[in-house]
């Protein structure tokens, strides 16, 4: 066995039990068991969310968390799920004409970069990536994404039952705000529930609603379960036939299926790659704090193994995988970081995917309720970029922050197109995104010295000459002007 059993099984009071430790294999049943139902909801609203099979997304994040644990020689415990980074990519495809072979298809490529920079950061560390993606840009891209999502919202998902989509926005703040501990953490999977039996409610009390299906209206109930009734209760997931697919219809239960390759969508999924750094760095960083272990030799491994489950899941048909904060969180408060657990979490999680049943049950999820959990979920996605900002102290009464950020940020949440060809578009988030960084770079090298210094994360101001020191964010922008002549004279340097 590769787990040591921790103090004979008993866990004492206060006592942590490390990554390579086990408790009994009870309780470390009971222990998976609980992280299933931290990433559980999130694992399957997600690829609900970008039209794909969630029976088949369960079924692969436990074969990625698996590959995840063997790549990172058991030293990071996390478990891998479905990624919320990917939903705007997805709508984006499918306001183009794609359908769901062109998502995986372009998302295979999100894993192939990810890939490679996880090769580049376990080669040369960590710090290249920090240079060339300060917390300035990073944040930027991880808002545009979120927000470039709005239009999603208004005019595909919150048209269809308008209603029950603001009941339901109104449950996700109400439990978000209101529950508290694990609860709290699942309130976006509780409010689904929610919609989900309101909806069954009002087709019996007030009958179908009426909406408008390519121009032309048309009347169904909310909840659909026709595939439901048809479906096995034992077996893999279906293998599509796209040839009658259709957005938003409840007709077919897409399953595995073949990625098809275009450059235009994988042009536009690759930002998504920066937002994945971020959080990946995020995770092991956590990690490394709660199990007091220096995990900075193993983040490039852990980048990796996300970049190659995320190419095996969108191989099949599945969405792209990234590490669970959820988790995480179950980890915090249990105290207990025994990867054993994660892979009985792992194990419960494939024999989920092994339902026809339940992956129908899920994507009969009406429109209303996607819509009323959309409105809160992509402007939660769009200001986790503003947490990115606070978080590491960025000054925007710096132009080099401000000016290149501004550009980007309305050229992605606007989708201003870049037109090439009648072939190929360079689209909201990739123009953002692609403007963002470069025009970042550009003006920090074109800039005076003192104020390219202070630019990114936390200020650095000249203190003295030949000497940086860190000065708090929320120092008046004046304070640059006014030591900018001493900046520049003579040689000087960070400390």
């Known amino acids: 066995m590769i787990w040591k059993l921790h103090n004979d099984g008993v866990l004492e009071p206060g006592a942590v039990v490390a990554p390579d430790e086990r408790l009994s294999w009870g309780k470390t049943v009971g222990l998976g068991a609980q992280h299933v139902v931290a990433m559980f909801g999130a694992t399957f609203v997600f690829p609900l969310l970008m039209g794909l099979n969630p029976q088949l997304a369960v079924m692969m994040s436990g074969v990625a968390t698996l590959l995840f644990l063997a790549i990172t020689r058991n030293r990071v415990p996390s478990y891998l799920g479905s990624s919320a980074s990917f939903v705007g990519v997805a709508t984006t495809i499918y306001a183009h004409g794609g359908n769901p072979s ?12 990810l890939l490679l920079v996880g090769i580049i950061i376990h080669v040369a560390g960590a710090r290249v990536i920090h240079r060339v993606l ?24 919150w048209p269809q039952d308008q209603w029950t989509a603001l009941v339901v926005m109104l449950v996700v703040v109400f439990l978000s705000v209101g529950l508290r501990g694990f609860l709290g953490r699942i309130a976006i999977f509780l409010s689904l529930l929610v919609g989900y039996a309101l909806s069954a409610v009002l087709d019996r009390l007030a009958g179908p609603v009426t909406r ?17 009734r048809t479906a096995d209760w034992f077996g893999l997931p279906p293998v599509s036939d796209l040839a009658h697919w259709k957005l938003g219809s409840a007709s077919n239960v897409l399953g595995f299926h073949a990625p098809s390759f275009s450059l235009a969508f994988a042009l536009l999924a690759l930002p998504v790659v920066i937002a994945l750094i971020a959080e990946n760095t995020g995770h092991v960083k956590a990690v490394a704090e709660m199990t007091g272990t220096n995990l900075d030799d193993t983040m490039g491994r852990a980048i990796v193994a996300d970049g190659l489950t995320s190419m095996l899941a969108t191989g099949v048909g599945a969405g792209p995988t990234t590490t669970y904060a959820e988790n995480i969180g179950v980890m915090a408060s249990t105290r207990v970081y025994s990867t054993a657990a994660y892979v009985v979490a792992a194990v419960v999680a494939i024999g989920f995917g092994f339902s026809p049943k339940f992956g ?53 949440v606007g989708d201003v197109s870049l037109k090439f060809s009648e072939e190929f578009t360079l689209g909201g988030i990739a123009f953002g995104t692609l403007a963002t960084v470069v025009l970042w770079h550009v003006a920090r090298a074109i800039a005076p010295r003192y104020l390219s210094d202070a630019a990114g994360g936390a200020n650095l101001v000249l203190d003295t000459p030949g000497m940086y020191v860190e000065e708090e964010a929320d120092q008046p922008y004046e304070k640059y002007l006014d030591r900018g002549a001493r900046a520049e004279q003579g040689p000087h340097r960070e400390s």
């Not at 062109?102 to 970069?113: C, E, I, K, N």
């Not at 408008?212 to 439901?228: F, H, I, K, M, S």
């Not at 996605?381 to 925007?396: H, P, Q, S, T, Y």
């Open 360 to 412: 129908a049950v899920i994507s009969a999820t009406p429109g209303g309720v996607l819509g009323g959990i959309c409105v809160v979920l992509y402007g939660m996605i769009g200001l986790l970029g503003a947490k990115i900002w606070k978080e590491n102290r960025v000054d925007f009464g710096n132009p080099v922050n401000l000016v290149p950020v501004a550009a980007g940020i309305i050229i992605g």
């Open 212 to 228: 408008l299906v390519d121009g032309q209206p048309t009347t169904a109930y909310r909840v659909d379960w026709g595939n439901v």
């Open 102 to 113: 062109h998502v995986s298809g372009a998302l295979l490529f999100v894993g192939l970069a």
């Open 134 to 157: 300060p917390p300035v840009v990073t944040g930027a891209v991880v808002m545009l994404i979120g927000f470039n999502l709005a239009p999603v919202v208004a005019k595909t998902y």
